[in-house]
T-cell receptor, first 118, second 110 residues
C-alpha cells in the first residue's frame, strides 16, 4: 500500500515553455501533498505544501507564479513549471500524507521527475 | 526550523565492512525517520523511531534513537553493494512538514 506515482518520469523541454508534472496517490487519499526539489547528491528541498481544495503554501524564496500548484482532488496534485529556464532543471519529487493516518508524520514519496530545460 | 545535521557526508567502504551514519540536532524530535534513495528514484522509508532509547533492526540495518530524542544513528553490518545510496534522516516540523538532513552518500564497493 501507500504508493505514489509521478508523471512524467523524465521531460526535456525548450526554454520558455511550461511543463506540468502530476503526482497521484494510487491506493490512498491524501489531503496534503508536498513538492520537493533536489539537486545532485543533495538533500530534498521543500518547495511547497499542497492542500486539497485550497491554495498551496510556498516556502520562502519559491516563486508561486513560477511554480503553479493545483490539488483538485484527494489523489492528484500537479506542479506546473511556467516559462521554464535551464536553471529550473532539477529532480522534482512529490510526497503525500495518508488522510486516514492523521496522527503520523510519515510521507510517501513518488519516484521523481527529471526535468531538463534546454 | 529544526535543523538535522548528518555525518559523514560521503562514505565509501568495501563490501563486508560495517558503517555508521549519524543524525544530530539541538532540538527534540517526537520521532525521526530514515530514508534511502537510489539515483533517479524517490526516497523510500526505512524506519520511524519514536521512543527515546529505541533500537530497531531491519535485517543488517540497526537504527537507534537517542535517549533525549535529539539524535539518531544508522548502523549497517556487513555492507553489500545493494546498500549503496543516499541515506536521509528526517524529523517532523510544523504543519506536518519534514525537515531533512543533508544526506549521506554511501558507496559499497564489491
Amino acid at each position: 500500500g501507500a504508493v505514489v506515482s509521478q508523471h512524467p518520469s523524465r521531460v526535456i523541454c525548450k526554454s520558455g515553455t511550461s511543463v506540468k508534472i502530476e503526482c497521484r496517490s494510487l491506493d490512498f487519499q491524501a489531503t496534503t501533498m508536498f513538492w520537493y526539489r533536489q539537486f545532485p547528491k543533495q538533500s530534498l528541498m521543500l518547495m511547497a505544501t499542497s492542500n486539497e481544495g485550497s491554495k498551496a503554501t510556498y516556502e520562502q524564496g519559491v516563486e508561486k507564479d513560477k511554480f503553479l500548484i493545483n490539488h483538485a482532488s484527494l489523489t492528484l496534485s500537479t506542479l506546473t513549471v511556467t516559462s521554464a529556464h535551464p536553471e529550473d532543471s532539477s529532480f522534482y519529487i512529490c510526497s503525500a500524507r495518508d488522510l486516514h493516518r492523521p496522527g503520523t508524520n510519515e510521507q510517501f514519496f513518488g519516484p521523481g521527475t527529471r526535468l531538463t530545460v534546454l | 526550523t529544526q535543523l538535522l545535521e548528518q555525518s559523514p557526508q560521503f562514505l565509501s567502504i568495501q563490501e563486508g565492512e560495517n558503517l555508521t551514519v549519524y543524525c544530530n540536532s539541538s532540538s527534540v524530535f517526537s520521532s525521526l525517520q530514515w530514508y534511502r534513495q537510489e539515483p533517479g528514484e524517490g526516497p523510500v522509508l526505512l524506519v520511524t523511531v519514536v521512543t527515546g532509547g529505541e533500537v530497531k533492526k531491519l535485517k543488517r540495518l540497526t537504527f537507534q534513537f537517542g535517549d533525549a530524542r535529539k539524535d539518531s544513528s544508522l548502523h549497517i553490518t556487513a555492507a553489500q553493494p545493494g546498500d549503496t545510496g543516499l541515506y536521509l534522516c528526517a524529523g517532523p516540523s510544523n504543519d506536518y512538514k519534514l525537515s531533512f538532513g543533508a544526506g549521506t552518500t554511501v558507496t559499497v564497493r564489491a
